[in-house]
């Protein structure tokens, strides 16, 4: 299994991005799916985070009502559409799956087997 994540770049505040995670393997559709970010200097947080069947998901308040988790089985991908950005949000964005989970476990990095190589987001102010 493998999860390539892609659209990171430089933004202004207040502009949007949109990140992909392309995953590879036929079950993609069995997978519960995480974003996930590290910035400098501190410690790899939870983002957001979708179940497999895509009826649940779960956002950090800090993304709340600005970040929306959604996801195309057909397509194998997970998307992270990004508005409102803000300083705050500079990091490196990762992707991460994994067989389904219980819902308590959802938003921990350690429930996830995959993980994305990773995509700059970077916001200037």
């Known amino acids: 299994v493998q999860l390539q994540a892609s659209g990171g770049g430089l933004v202004q505040a207040g502009g949007s991005l949109r990140l992909s995670c392309a995953a590879s393997g036929r079950t993609f559709r069995d997978w519960d799916m995480g974003w996930f970010r590290q910035a400098p200097g501190k410690e790899r947080e939870f983002v957001a985070c979708m179940r497999y069947s895509g009826d649940t998901t779960i956002y950090a308040n800090s993304v709340k009502g600005r970040f929306t988790i959604s996801r195309d089985n057909a397509k194998n991908t997970a998307y992270l559409q990004m508005n409102s950005l803000n300083p705050d949000d500079t990091a490196v964005y990762y992707c991460?799956?994994?067989?389904?989970?219980?819902?308590?476990?959802?938003?921990?990095?350690?429930?996830?087997?995959?993980w994305g190589q990773g995509t700059l987001v970077t916001v200037s102010s």
């Open positions: 991460a799956a994994t067989p389904r989970v219980a819902y308590s476990a959802l938003a921990q990095s350690s429930s996830y087997k995959y």
